[in-house]
C-alpha cells in the first residue's frame, strides 16, 4: 500500500533528501516573503526580479562563480535599482518594473550567449531558466538556509511598521516610519526569496511559489500573521508533494525519465488556489 | 546586411514593430505591464507544446497565448488582477517545463524561442506574421474610441454602455494576436521590451492619443532596425539591443518629462499600479478622448 504512494527508494535517495530541504526552507521563506509581495501589489516587481536574477546565473556561469551569489547578488541590486527609479510610487511602478526587467533580461540573453559559444556551458539556458530540485548540491544547503533566514529576519524585524505602512502609508509616515526605506527593506527581502527560489525551483517558476501560497494564505485568513502562516504550509505542502510526484513519476510515460518537479508543484499550487478560491467564495455568499 | 536573406528579417521585424507600438501604447495607458510580459512568456508553452505534436510553431504559440489572455480575464474577475496574472503565467510555464521535458528539443532552439531570432525569419513565414499584424491593427483600430474611454475614463465608459470586462476580454485576445506574431522573431522574453520601453517615451513626449500612438509605432520601428543592425554588426543577440534600447528609450522619455517640468505619470493618467483601470482608474481631466 505505502510502496504504492511512496516509490521504493523515496526516503533513502540523497538527492531526495537535499530536494525536500532546500524545497521545503525556500517554500517556508517564500510564503511568508509573499504575502507581503502580494499585499503590496508587488506580484509583478517578484516575477521580476525572479527573472532578472538569471542575470546573475547567467553572468555567474561567465565568470565562473557558484551560481548562488550571481543570482543573489543581482537580485537585490535590481531591486535597489526598481526602487532608484520609482517603484514606490503606485502610479508607473509596474511601468518601471517591466524597464528594468527588459534591459536585465537583454543583459541575460547576451551573457547566456557568451556562455554558449566562448564556455562550453551546454545546457545552461535551460538549467538556469526552468532549474531542478533535484540537482541542487548539498554543498550550498547552508547557504540557501543563511539567506533564507535574513529574508524572514528582514520581514521579522520590520513586521509592525512594514504591516501599518502597507495597510496606511499616511498614518505609518505620521508615526514617524520611513516609509520608503521600510519599502526598500521589504523588496530586498523579496529579491532574497525569489533568487533562492530561482536557484531551486528555477527562475521563471519560482513567481509560483511566491505568489500562489500567499495569495491562498490570504484567502483562508484576513489577519496577517494566520495568512502568512497558512501561506508558508501550502508553499510547504505543494514543494513536498511535488517532489514525492516526481520521483514516483520516473517511470511514467512517455519519456520515462521523471516528469519536471516544478510542473507537479505549480499545478499543485494553482489547483489549491482555485479549490480555496471556490470554496472562500461560497462560503461567503452563503 | 541588405541582401536576400535579410529582406525577410527587415520585413517581419517592421510589422513586429509597428503592431508592438500601437499595441504596447494602450498597454501603458491602462497600466498593464504585467499583462504584456506575462501572456508572451506564457505563449513559450505553446511553441513546446507545439514542437512536441509536431505541428506548425504560430498554432501552437497563438493558442497558449489565447489560454493565457483568457486565462488571466477569467481568474482575474475573481480576486486580485496581479495574482491572477502571475498564476496563469506559472501554470503555462509549468505546462511548459513539461512539454520540454517530453521532447527531444535541443537548448539553441529553446533559447531562440525565449531571446528571438530574427536573422532566421524564412520566407513562408513573412505573409502568415503580415495578415496577423493587420489583424491586430484593424482589432485595434475597431476598438480604439471605447478601448480609450475604458482605459482613461472607466466610470465615463461605462455610463455610456461600455462593458468594462467585455472590453478587457478583446483588449486581451489583441495582445495574444499580437505576442503570436511577434514570438519567434524577437523572441517571448523581450516582445515586452518593445510593447513598454516606445509607447512610454512616446507618452511623455505628447499626451494626445493619436499622435502619441503614431509616435510609438515609430519609435518602435526604429528600435527594431537599429537593434537588428546592431546584432547583424556584433553578432550578438538581438533580444539584448531590444531590451537595452527599450530602456534607454524610456529613460529619454523621462528625462524629456523632466525638462519640460512634468512628470511621464501625471495625476491626469489612470494609476499603473497593480489594478486595472476599472478598480481606482483616476478619471482624466487633461486627456481628449
Given amino acids: 500500500m505505502l510502496n504504492a504512494i511512496f516509490e521504493p527508494g523515496f526516503f533513502s535517495s540523497s538527492p531526495v533528501h537535499v530536494a525536500l530541504a532546500a524545497g521545503g526552507v525556500v517554500a517556508l521563506v517564500s510564503g511568508i516573503v509573499g504575502s507581503f509581495a502580494v499585499v503590496r501589489g508587488q506580484s509583478y516587481a517578484g516575477h521580476a526580479l525572479a527573472d532578472i536574477s538569471v542575470t546573475g546565473g547567467s553572468a555567474s556561469f561567465l565568470v565562473g562563480v557558484s551560481p548562488l551569489w550571481g543570482f543573489v547578488g543581482v537580485g537585490v541590486l535590481a531591486a535597489g535599482v526598481m526602487d532608484m527609479i520609482g517603484i514606490q510610487r503606485p502610479r ?20 547566456l550567449y557568451w556562455d554558449t559559444t566562448h564556455s562550453n556551458v551546454t545546457g545552461a539556458t535551460i538549467t538556469i531558466l526552468f532549474g531542478s530540485l533535484f540537482t541542487v548540491s548539498s554543498s550550498i544547503l547552508p547557504a540557501i538556509v543563511a539567506l533564507s533566514v535574513a529574508a524572514v529576519a528582514i520581514v521579522a524585524v520590520l513586521y509592525r511598521p512594514l504591516l501599518l505602512s502597507t495597510v496606511a502609508a499616511d498614518l505609518a509616515a505620521a508615526r514617524g516610519v520611513s516609509v520608503r526605506l521600510v519599502g526598500l527593506a521589504c523588496l530586498v527581502a523579496i529579491a532574497l526569496a525569489v533568487s533562492l527560489s530561482a536557484m531551486t525551483i528555477g527562475t521563471i517558476l519560482s513567481t509560483a511559489l511566491l505568489i500562489g501560497p500567499a495569495a491562498i494564505g490570504l484567502r483562508l485568513s484576513s489577519r496577517p500573521g494566520l495568512a502568512m502562516a497558512w501561506s508558508a504550509l501550502a508553499g510547504l505542502a505543494a514543494t513536498w ?32 488556489y482555485v479549490a480555496v478560491q471556490g470554496i472562500t467564495s461560497r462560503v461567503r455568499r452563503a | 546586411m541588405f541582401s536576400g536573406f535579410m529582406t525577410n528579417a527587415w520585413l517581419v521585424a517592421t510589422f513586429v514593430a509597428i503592431v508592438a507600438g500601437v499595441v504596447g501604447f494602450f498597454i501603458v495607458l491602462r497600466g498593464q505591464a504585467f499583462v ?15 514542437s512536441l505534436l509536431g505541428i506548425n510553431t504560430l498554432i501552437g504559440v497563438a493558442a497558449a497565448a489565447l489560454l493565457g489572455a483568457l486565462g488571466i480575464g477569467w481568474l482575474g474577475r475573481r480576486g486580485r488582477r496581479d495574482v491572477a496574472t502571475a498564476l496563469a503565467l506559472v501554470v503555462l510555464l509549468g505546462l511548459g517545463a513539461l512539454f520540454l521535458s517530453f521532447s527531444t528539443e535541443y537548448a539553441p532552439e529553446i533559447y531562440a524561442l525565449l531571446f528571438g531570432e530574427v536573422l532566421g525569419v524564412s520566407a513562408n513565414e513573412v505573409l502568415p506574421i503580415a495578415i496577423l499584424a493587420v489583424a491586430s491593427v484593424a482589432a485595434i483600430a475597431a476598438l480604439y474610441r471605447p478601448l480609450l474611454l475604458s482605459s482613461v475614463m472607466p466610470e465615463l ?50 499626451s494626445r492619443p493619436l499622435p502619441a500612438l503614431a509616435l510609438s509605432a515609430v519609435i518602435a520601428v526604429v528600435v527594431v532596425w537599429a537593434s537588428i543592425a546592431a546584432a547583424y554588426q556584433t553578432n550578438w543577440p538581438v533580444g539584448f539591443f531590444v531590451g537595452a534600447f527599450g530602456a534607454l528609450c524610456y529613460a529619454a522619455g523621462r528625462g524629456w518629462a523632466g525638462l519640460r517640468g512634468r512628470r511621464p505619470a501625471r495625476p491626469g493618467w489612470p494609476a499603473a499600479g497593480a489594478h486595472g483601470p476599472g478598480e481606482h482608474g483616476v478619471p482624466a481631466a487633461n486627456v481628449r478622448v
Fill in chain 1, 241 to 272: 508533494l511535488g517532489v514525492l510526484l516526481a520521483y514516483d513519476s520516473f517511470y511514467w510515460p512517455p519519456a520515462r525519465h521523471g516528469w519536471p518537479v516544478s510542473f507537479f508543484v505549480v499545478t499543485l499550487i494553482f489547483l489549491g
Fill in chain 2, 157 to 206: 465608459a461605462e455610463a455610456r454602455g461600455i462593458r468594462p470586462a467585455r472590453v478587457e476580454t478583446l483588449f486581451l485576445v489583441v495582445v495574444a494576436l499580437a505576442t503570436s506574431m511577434s514570438l519567434p522573431v524577437v523572441g517571448a522574453l523581450l516582445i515586452f521590451s518593445l510593447m513598454i520601453g516606445p509607447p512610454a517615451a512616446a507618452r511623455s513626449v505628447t
Fill in chain 2, 36 to 50: 504584456a510580459d506575462a501572456v508572451p512568456q506564457g505563449a513559450f508553452a505553446g511553441a513546446a507544446g507545439a
Fill in chain 1, 92 to 111: 508607473g511602478r509596474d511601468l518601471a518594473t517591466g524597464i528594468v526587467r527588459g534591459a536585465g533580461l537583454g543583459l541575460a540573453a547576451l551573457f
